[in-house]
Each structure stands twice: as C-alpha cells, then as structure tokens.
C-alpha cells in the first residue's frame, strides 16, 4: 500500500484542530503528523486526545515557536525515517479544501515526484483570506518568479505534495529558512 502522511504544523489552531483531524481522517489511507510549537492554547492537548483513538495520528510537539521552516524540516526528518512514501504538507486553518487532498494523492499515486496544489492556477481559488494577504501572496510569487527565472506560479504555496525520493535528495540539515520563506 502506498502510505501518504500529512503534515501540519501548528500554533494556536485550537479553532480548527479537531475539525481538520476529522476531515483528514476522511480518508482511509492516509495518516497525519502535526508539528505544534507549544500553541497556549491547547492545541496540542486536543491533538493528544486524539492519538489515544487514533494509531494514525501523530505528534510532534517543540518547546516554543520555532518557525515555520524549523517545523517542516522537524516533520521532513520524521517522514524520512517512517515507512511512508508520500508526505503532504497541508495548513490546519483550512485555507487548503481537505477535498483537494484526492487530487493531490492521485497525482502522487501517478508518479509525479512534486505536486503543487497552487491558489494562482486553473481551479485554484482563495478563500477566506484579508485582502491584503492576498495581494502580498501573489506579489511575493511574482517577485520570486522573475529573481529566480522560474515558471512556477505560486511559489510560496503550502499545499504541497512530495514522493520521499525527492524528501531523500533534499540536505535538510542545509535548510535555515525559519519563516514563510521555507515555502520557496
């Protein structure tokens, strides 16, 4: 069976947790790690709650916030040494539609060694979103895209979907982005 782990970091998603475990585990195969940056208000606890009744669930939790970047890497090096194939990584406050996570495992399934699930493309949408995140968003892409020459349209995207062949070639240890710009 091919084993796909999502993975979100979190802090002070005490609003969303359960409801987005719950939409997660909508699915039959696929497993979630949430990294918490010791959230005060009980993220974390709730996520512990849920382990009990739940083997596919799991938890990494950090003795402060650390950054966005510092998380993922936590959880790169986590899926590494576990017996997933996949990892998806996914924000808890719902600006990404769990239903999109078919599409996403599908193309994985296919043999795409990334996928983007991307807000600035055919289908894409943002929803939820203050205005001026919005803008900063897609001008931050923008900027990105013509200082690195690259075509891909939503490089700060948080919706991503990774094969570990690719996590493997990746010298995490190497990474020292801490904030948003990891998403790059």
């Known amino acids: 069976m091919k084993k796909i782990l999502i993975i979100s970091p979190t802090y002070n998603e005490i609003e969303n947790i359960q409801l987005f475990i719950d939409s997660v585990f909508n699915f039959a195969d696929l497993s979630l790690l949430i990294v918490d940056d010791n959230s005060p208000d009980g993220t974390a606890e709730v996520v512990k709650s849920n382990i009990k009744k739940n083997k596919r669930l799991h938890l990494i939790s950090r003795p402060k916030k650390l950054g966005l970047g510092t998380a993922y890497v936590a959880a790169f090096s986590w899926f590494l040494k576990s017996d997933y194939q996949y990892c998806v990584q996914m924000d808890c406050d719902f600006s990404h539609n ?87």
């Open 98 to 184: 769990p239903k999109d996570l078919i599409r996403l495992q599908q193309e994985l399934k296919n043999g795409s060694d990334l996928v983007i699930g991307s807000r600035y493309c055919s289908g894409g949408k943002v929803k939820n979103w203050p205005f001026k995140r919005i803008l900063m968003s897609y001008f931050a892409s923008v900027y990105v895209r013509l200082i690195l020459f690259i075509s891909i349209k939503d490089t700060t995207a948080g919706f991503k979907g990774y094969r570990i062949e690719v996590l493997n070639k990746i010298k995490l240890d190497d990474i020292h982005f801490k904030g948003y710009a990891f998403q790059i």
